[in-house]
Nanobody
């Protein structure tokens, strides 16, 4: 099992930036696919970004709605994955969750992730 703790959420004005962090423990971090998902109030949890394990070259993938604005990255030495969010919009307001898939496969599908953090809230004011 992988324990995940997110941080970095907060209130920001439209057009601003935030960087979310997710620190993992309990397993060789470099072998894990990491993802970010978000859930707005009253809506389903949606995919935001994912980064593959180091052995696959750190391949990244993004939801169309954040492509060009958000960047996912990882620091294996710190066992941390980041989500740099630029040009934030009110539509980005949500609770952001970090997730881990433990079996070496790269995926963007919510149901294929094994472990989840408790989330960090991001609010973007207009």
């Amino acid at each position: 099992q992988v324990q995940l703790v997110e941080s970095g959420g907060g209130l920001v004005q439209s057009g601003g930036s935030l960087r979310l962090s997710c620190t993992a423990s309990g397993r060789a971090f470099s072998t894990i696919t990491m993802g970010w998902f978000r859930q707005a109030s009253g809506k389903e949890r949606d995919f935001v970004a994912a980064i593959s394990r180091t052995g696959l070259g750190g391949v990244t993938k993004y939801a169309d709605s954040v492509k060009g604005r958000f960047t996912i990255s990882r620091d294996n030495a710190k066992k941390t994955v980041y989500l740099q969010m630029n040009r934030l919009e009110p539509e980005d307001t949500a609770v952001y969750y970090c997730a881990a898939r433990r079996d070496f496969q790269f995926t963007t599908i919510l149901g294929e992730y094994d472990d989840w953090g408790k989330g960090t809230e991001v609010t973007v004011s207009s």
